[in-house]
Each structure stands twice: as C-alpha cells, then as structure tokens.
C-alpha cells in the first residue's frame, strides 16, 4: 500500500479557486460537513495503514480524505470505477471536491485497492460519527424511530442443480488450463469434459414438467458423475503440481483456487446427489446457492412478486429527519420481532433516551416488544397486531388518532429504502464476498446520511438568510 501523505494545493490550484469555481451546492454542503470530521478521516488512515511495516515510506499513494471523499462520490452517483475515475479526472469541480485539484488521477484500480482496505466495522463507525455530528448541529433529537428489514441481492444467477454442477465444471477446468500454462511440466489424468456438462446442462433446462418426471434422473446422473470426474481429476492435478518450479505465486494461487472451488464442488454434488436422486428436501441451511458467492441466504417473505430472493437481510432504523441511524446485514431468515429490543437499546445509545414513538410494520409484532417498548419509555407504539383476534381495548388502539398518524410515519421508510434500491445502488451487490457486502451496504447508508446532513445544513442557511 502506497504512502498516504497530505498533499499541498498548487499556484495554480490557487487560481482556479480565486477564479469563483464552485461545487454544487449539494456536494458543497458534504464537503464543508467533512472538513470539520477528523475523526473520520483518521478511522480511514487506520484502514489504509493496516499491515504496513512502514506507512510513511514509498511512494505517494491516495490520501485517506482522497479515499473517503471519492468513496462516498461513488456512491452519491451510483458510479462504478470506470466513471468514477473518468468523471473526476474531467472536471475540476470534482477534482475540488476529491481534493485531487490539479494532480493526476490514478487508475481506477487504484480506487479499487483502496477502497477493498476499508473493513465494515470502520463503516459501521463513521456512520455512527455522521449520526452523531448530526445530534450536535441540532439537525436530529431521535424523537421518532422507524424500521424495516429489506432484502439486498447477491450478483449471482437463478440457482438450480444443473446450472451450479455446470459452474463447477467450467471454473474448475478454467482454471487447471490456467494451470497448466504456468507450470512448465506436463500435466496428466486432466480431459476436459465442458462440451458433455453443457449438453446435459442444457437438456435438463430444456425438458417440460412431464419429461423431467420420466427423464430428469438419468441426465442428473450423467452430469453428477461428469462433475465428480471433473472435481478428482483436479485435485490430481493439484498434487502433480505440489513442487513445480516456474511462476511461484501465480502457481501456488491458482492451486488454492483449485483448491477451494473443488470443496465447493463436493457441496454442490452431495446437495445434488440427496435432493434429486435420492428424493430428500435439504434443508436451506446446509444449500449452496452459488459457488461465486457462498455466502448468499435464500429469503421468503411472502411477497406475491419475489416469493423467494437470494441475498442477505438487511435491518434499517430511520430518525424522523431520513437519517439511518442503525444497519445491520443479517445472517440467514431471522423473524423481525427479535430486533425490538437491541434496536431501542442502540437507539438509546446515539441518543440517550428512548424515542417517543416507535413504528414498524406488523413483522415486529409481539406482546414482549409492545411491553419492552412502554417499558423503556416509548410513548406511541405504532406496531399493529399480526395474527389472532384483537380485543376491543387493541382495536381502539389501533384506530385512535396517533396510532394511524403513527402507521403514516412508518411508511416513509418504505420511500427511504427505494431510494437506497434506485439512487444508491444498495438493490444489487455487485462485490465479491461477505465482508464487501456489508461494506456495500454501509456505503449506501452513508451517502443517504450525508446526503440528508447536507440538505438539513442547505436548509437551515436558506431560513437564516430568510429571518434575516
């Protein structure tokens, strides 16, 4: 990792400043947010100097403000890092607000290492700052509380048996012929078996409900059987090339990649093997939904359009001003009724006191959560019943004048969470792996929160300049 030593403005950075160029008042407002943040800033130094012998020699490489600000650019703009780096090497406006000014702009694969350092629990903090410099400017007092749970997709194809047998024998092949071209030595017991996997593939897509009862099982057991053959043959390979001598890291990198996708292989063919030959439903537990992405949940939440989706759960607590206070990437299909509790504790943490009202749809429902919400002070729970007859004193309740403008509260969230879908790119993860998932979640979260901090600040400057 580079040096991220301090960069100075030039003569003719200077010039350009005194000739009244200006950033759009939006990202002007965040910009002028982030120059008071140097807690922040010094959360990401810790990130990009984490595992470096010596962090202040070598070349100079992106600062840590370089690195936040352009992070946060890129998701403001729901960017990828092609056009991030494009967009703020041609305009100076963002070169400004980058802190880039007149230097060169690296790569976008620079953005990308960079950007890879960051660890969710940093994240995690520095939305935890923005929350908290909000409460001291006097633009949030935590009075109200909203929350939800959506469902954030992994980038992964519709999974079903033949298609991932399929991805096993392509990747695997794909890389042992990778293989072989490093290692100078010939490697044997490998034939490559795409064609016969593809065509078995194919027909098993191909059949109609009728023909997979009559056909389905034999064509499973031709592409189990190619897929095993595939898998032992690899890790053959893997053993041949165990003292090679050649290109050492290239060598050893793609055997643990070999390595790894033939473990996932065995998962693949054994959750094949129980589910269609012999006749047993695997629980959703002990499934692999993509060898790509392994980490990926399968979620029902009884929607009519999506009854299933692949990817994680996520929980979201909204302040009464669009700031989200709380995020959480869930493991696995938890009910929502467990996140009452933590979420008023959290909540009382960033605040110091429980909010007066408390809204949420009738997932988080439950006798314990409204008795834990009165308890810890909330005064309106706005969490109708789910299921069971109400008695009349619930139902009273429910129709009464705070509860429905409550009910009307709670349903803001749904508008916050199509915006994080559609502004902030946060429907679809398009990074590999558990820990970049959360980071891209975390990234959505703090651009909407800046993104509100900002338009509070607009707003409180437009009604001074008013008054006065």
């Known amino acids: 990792m580079p040096r991220t030593a301090m960069s100075q403005i030039s003569f003719a950075d200077w010039e350009l400043l005194q000739q009244g160029l200006t950033l759009e008042p939006l990202l002007q407002a965040i910009s002028d947010f982030l120059d008071d943040q140097k807690e922040m800033i010094e959360a990401v130094r810790r990130d990009l100097q984490r595992g470096l012998k010596k962090p202040e020699t070598g ?9 936040l600000r352009a992070f946060i650019l890129m998701r403001v703009k729901n960017w990828h890092y092609r056009e991030l780096r494009e967009r703020i090497a041609d305009g100076y406006t963002l070169r400004q607000f980058t802190t880039f000014y007149c230097q060169a702009v690296p790569k976008h694969h620079a953005f990308h290492r960079a950007f890879i350092r960051l660890t969710p629990k940093t ?29 954030v997709q992994s980038d992964i194809h519709h999974p079903t ?18 293989l072989r071209e490093a290692v100078p030595q010939r490697i044997q017991a490998f034939s490559n078996r795409t064609r016969v996997a593809r065509r078995r593939m194919q027909e098993i897509q191909r059949m109609t409900a009728k023909e997979r009862q009559e056909r389905q099982t034999k064509k499973y057991r031709e592409l189990i059987g ?21 290109k050492d ?48 949940d399968l979620i029902k939440r009884g929607k009519v359009q999506t009854p299933v989706e692949f990817g994680h759960k996520v929980f979201l607590a909204e302040s ?21 509790a933590p979420s008023l504790q959290r909540h009382k943490e960033s605040f110091g006191h429980a909010p007066q009202l408390y809204g949420s749809d009738r997932g988080f429902f439950s006798e314990q959560n409204v008795k834990s919400c009165k308890q810890d002070g909330v005064k309106v729970v706005c969490i109708p019943q789910c299921g069971g007859k109400r008695t009349a004193k619930r139902e009273a309740y429910e129709k009464s004048p705070d509860f429905k403008k409550g009910q009307r509260f709670r349903a ?22 558990r820990e970049r998932f959360e980071l891209w979640v975390g990234a959505a979260v703090l651009a909407n929160n800046l993104m509100r901090i900002a338009a509070l600040l607009s ?3 437009r009604r001074k300049r008013k008054a006065a």
């Open 459 to 461: 707003k409180r400057t």
């Open 320 to 340: 009464a001003q669009g700031l989200i206070t709380q995020y959480e990437v869930l493991e696995g299909n938890p009910n929502d009724e467990q996140h009452v």
């Open 412 to 433: 803001g969230i749904e508008g916050r969470i199509s915006v994080l879908f559609r502004g902030r790119g946060m429907k679809r993860c398009l990074a590999e792996g």
């Open 249 to 296: 890291m290239a060598i050893c990198e793609l055997r643990k990649e070999i390595n790894h996708y033939c473990k996932l292989g065995d998962r693949v063919i054994h959750q094949a093997r129980r589910r269609v030959l012999e006749g047993e439903q695997v629980p959703n537990a002990e499934k692999i939904y993509s060898i790509f992405e392994p980490h990926t």
């Open 123 to 151: 994240l995690k903090a520095v939305n935890e700052l923005v929350v908290q410099a909000a409460v001291k400017l006097g633009l949030e007092d935590g009075n109200r509380l909203r929350v939800d749970t959506t469902v």
């Open 59 to 67: 070349r100079n490489g992106l600062t840590p403000p370089q690195v």
């Open 161 to 178: 048996d033949n298609t991932l047998l399929w991805d096993v024998v392509r990747v695997v092949t794909r890389l042992v012929g990778r």
């Open 226 to 246: 190619v897929t095993e053959e595939v898998v032992n043959c690899a890790r053959k390979v893997v053993e041949q090339t165990s003292k090679a001598r050649g």
